[in-house]
C-alpha cells in the first residue's frame, strides 16, 4: 500500500511540475510577442516619419523647380546700326531765328523671356578710359534713364516686354564730348557725366529683386564730329 501512495504522489508532483513548465514557456511566448508588436510599431512610426519627410522635400523640390522654370530671364539687346538703338533727335531753336539743335542718342534694350513678371533697375556702375587704362575715379554710379518716361529710372517688365535704356548722348553744339544719359541735376553733384573724345569702356548694371545682377559692357568711341560717336557691345 505504501508503495502506491509513493507513487500517485510521484505521479501528482510530475504533473504539477509539467503544468508549472508549461505556464513558463507561454510567459515566455507572451513577452516575445509584446515585445515584438513594440518594435514593429516603432518601425513603423519611423518608416512613416521618413515617408512623410520624403514627401515634404518632394513638395519643396517640385515648387522650387516650377519656380526655376517660371523665373524671369533678362536679355540685353544692341545694334548700333539700328535706329532703335541709335537716333538723332531735333530740339527748337535756342536762339530766334536760329538752327534746331540736334541730339545723337545710344541707347539699348532690355528684355524679358522668362514667365514671371520682374521690377528692374539699370545703373551704370564703373567708366574706364581705355587710352590710359584709368577708370575714372570721379565716376559715381548712376541712374540710366527710360526712354518710355523721361525721369524714369525703375521700370517693370512683363513677360516678352523690353524696355529701351538711354547709355550716353551729345549735342551738336559741343560735339567733341559726350555725356551719360541720366539725370542733368546730376551735374552739380561733383560726379562727371561728360567726357571728351577717347575710346571708354562702360559698366551697366541690372538689379531686381527675382534675379541675379546682369552685368553689360559697351566700348564707346568718341570722335570730334557730331556724327562720330561708336558703341560696341563687349562680349
Known amino acids: 500500500m505504501s508503495t502506491l501512495v509513493l507513487a500517485g504522489d510521484a505521479v501528482g508532483k510530475t504533473n504539477a511540475m509539467d503544468s508549472i513548465l508549461y505556464k513558463t514557456r507561454r510567459l515566455d511566448q507572451d513577452a516575445d510577442v509584446g515585445f515584438g508588436s513594440v518594435t514593429n510599431s516603432a518601425e513603423q512610426t519611423i518608416q512613416g516619419a521618413i515617408g512623410a519627410a520624403i514627401g515634404v522635400a518632394s513638395t519643396l523640390g517640385v515648387q522650387s523647380l516650377r519656380s526655376w522654370l517660371r523665373r524671369p530671364k533678362i536679355e540685353v539687346l544692341f545694334d548700333d546700326q539700328k535706329t532703335r538703338y541709335h537716333q538723332v533727335t531735333t530740339s527748337k531753336p535756342k536762339t530766334e531765328g536760329g538752327a534746331p539743335g540736334k541730339t545723337l542718342w545710344i541707347r539699348f534694350e532690355v528684355g524679358n523671356k522668362g514667365k514671371t513678371t520682374v521690377d528692374l533697375e539699370a545703373k551704370l556702375t564703373s567708366i574706364t578710359n581705355l587710352n590710359s587704362g584709368e577708370e575714372i575715379e570721379r565716376f559715381y554710379p548712376v541712374d540710366l534713364q527710360c526712354v518710355s518716361e523721361e ?85
Open 151 to 235: 525721369g524714369k529710372s525703375n521700370f517693370q517688365l512683363v513677360r516678352g516686354e523690353t524696355e529701351v535704356i538711354g547709355l550716353v548722348h551729345k549735342d551738336d553744339a559741343a560735339p567733341e564730348s559726350m555725356s551719360v544719359s541720366t539725370e542733368t541735376a546730376l551735374q552739380s553733384r561733383g560726379r562727371q557725366l561728360t567726357y571728351n573724345g577717347g575710346k571708354y569702356l562702360l559698366t551697366v548694371g541690372l538689379y531686381g529683386a527675382k534675379i541675379d545682377p546682369v552685368m553689360v559692357k559697351f566700348v564707346v568711341e568718341n570722335g570730334k564730329e557730331f556724327s562720330n560717336l561708336k558703341v560696341t557691345r563687349e562680349k
